[in-house]
Nanobody
Framework: QVQLVESGGGLVQAGGSLRLSCAASGRTFSSYSMGWFRQAPGKEREIVAAIGWSGGRTYYADSVKGRFTISRDNAKNTVYLQMNGLKPEDTAVYYC?????????????????????WGQGTQVTVSS
């Protein structure tokens, strides 16, 4: 079992920055690939970024590429999402998710159905 707790959301003006954190419980954090997703009102949950178990592999949605950076610190059981150049269309509830990884599997996943555990979400609101 893994419990995930997000923090760092809030209200920011367009062009501003936020750093989201996701703290995981348990002693096998490095066995999980991690993802950040977001869901805006009336829209489906979508991938924002994903990172492999070691941090060596990353993926970004086209809409955030060049503005957002995903990273992880396995010693602290934490994954981060640095968000720069925020736009009003980035407004959403942001969720982190964990996917159990074993050798031979793909390093990460972009489909929310492939993730095993989810945090409760943190609201990010970008004003114009």
């Amino acid at each position: 079992q893994v419990q995930l707790v997000e923090s760092g959301g809030g209200l920011v003006q367009a062009g501003g920055s936020l750093r989201l954190s996701c703290a995981a419980s348990g002693r096998t954090f490095s066995s999980y690939s991690m993802g950040w997703f977001r869901q805006a009102p009336g829209k489906e949950r979508e991938i924002v970024a994903a990172i492999g178990w070691s941090g060596g592999r990353t993926y970004y949605a086209d809409s955030v590429k060049g503005r957002f950076t995903i990273s992880r610190d396995n010693a602290k059981n934490t994954v981060y999402l640095q968000m720069n150049g925020l736009k009003p269309e980035d407004t959403a509830v942001y969720y982190c998710a964990a996917r159990w990884w074993t050798p031979g599997q793909a390093w990460g996943a972009m489909n929310p159905n492939d993730y095993n555990y989810w945090g409760q979400g943190t609201q990010v609101t970008v004003s114009s």
